[in-house]
Each structure stands twice: as structure tokens, then as C-alpha cells.
């Protein structure tokens, strides 16, 4: 993962590993109907601490989760929430990149995510930043802006891809 934070405070992650998909915004135990989400695994304390030094007018970092690990020794798991929100004025880009095309998801069809096997994404994340008023506080929460999801595919798909798209 590398990770590089942009003059206007977005995270500009490239080679991340993601987990938790809900591109569809599938309800389940740990989500509401229609809220789109995903993390992103962060891979070291290097980039915790990184993420946790950055904070907004209110003190609040990044919203890093970060689970011990009951092995003595290990690593602790931590990951970064990320929401995707279709119905914001700027609603983020999202690509999907198999071997040498590219296509454009919408909002329609970004639930495809959800069903295949991802190498890796690059995404751009902005913080919203709230003072909570009225609630538990200030806040920062991650809005995925852009992404590109690198699809791993098996030979078979490939075949068929170069089959239907022979010029490419």
C-alpha cells in the first residue's frame, strides 16, 4: 500500500487491499438498507500512525479500526471504513480495470464489486468532518471520491474476453 495525503486532505491510496464489500448496499447485521461501504486494510503501524496524526479542526483523526490479535506477538488487524455516496453532488468515480479495459460502474452496476476477486484497488477518500453537534461529538468520516478496482481473472475469462474484443 502506498499511501500519500493531498494538499486538500484527501488519501490517495494506491495498491490497497479492500474487505467488507457492500457496494450493492445490501442490509445485513452490521448495515443499514441502501448504505454502500467497503474498508481499507491498513497494512502496518506505519500508516496507522500516519492516519491517526491527521485531525481535523476538532482534534478527530481518521476513523481507524483496530482489532488486538489473541495471538501474543501479532500484529493487531486494522482497517479503514470508507462509505460511497451516489446521492452527493460529487458523486464518486469508480472504475473497474480487467487486464487491458477499462469500464466506468455506476451506480446501477457497481454492485459487481461485490462478486468478484479483487487484486487490488487504487481510490482517492476525502474526509467529511462534522462537530457532532447534537450528538456523540465531532466526527471524521471517509467518502470514497474516485477508485479503480484491478480484477483478478482466470484464464477462462480472459479467453472469452479476447474472444468477444479481438482488437483490444
Do not use: C
Not at 462478486?115 to 453537534?133: E, K, T
Request: charged letters at 30%; proline letters at 7%; aromatic letters at 10%.
Amino acid at each position: 500500500m502506498k499511501l500519500t495525503i493531498a494538499p486538500n486532505g484527501n488519501l490517495q491510496i494506491d495498491e490497497a487491499r479492500v474487505i467488507f464489500r457492500n457496494f450493492s448496499g445490501a442490509p445485513s447485521k452490521y448495515n443499514r438498507k441502501g448504505d454502500r461501504n467497503f474498508a481499507v486494510v491498513i497494512p502496518n503501524q506505519e500508516v496507522t500512525d500516519i492516519l491517526l496524526s491527521e485531525v481535523n479542526e476538532w482534534g478527530k483523526p481518521w476513523n481507524v479500526h483496530i482489532k488486538e490479535s489473541s495471538d501474543p506477538g501479532e500484529e493487531p488487524f486494522r482497517y479503514l471504513p470508507v462509505k460511497v455516496n451516489f446521492n452527493s453532488r460529487r458523486p464518486p468515480k469508480i472504475y473497474l480495470r480487467t487486464n487491458s479495459t477499462r469500464k466506468q460502474l455506476t451506480e446501477e452496476n457497481v454492485d459487481f464489486l461485490d462478486r468478484i476477486d479483487i487484486d487490488h484497488v487504487d481510490l482517492d477518500i476525502h474526509p467529511y468532518d462534522g462537530d457532532g453537534a447534537g450528538l456523540n461529538g465531532p466526527f471524521r468520516t471517509a467518502y470514497l471520491a474516485a477508485m479503480e478496482a484491478f480484477q483478478i481473472v482466470d484464464r477462462f475469462e480472459e479467453r472469452y474476453a479476447m474472444e468477444e474484443s479481438p482488437e483490444e
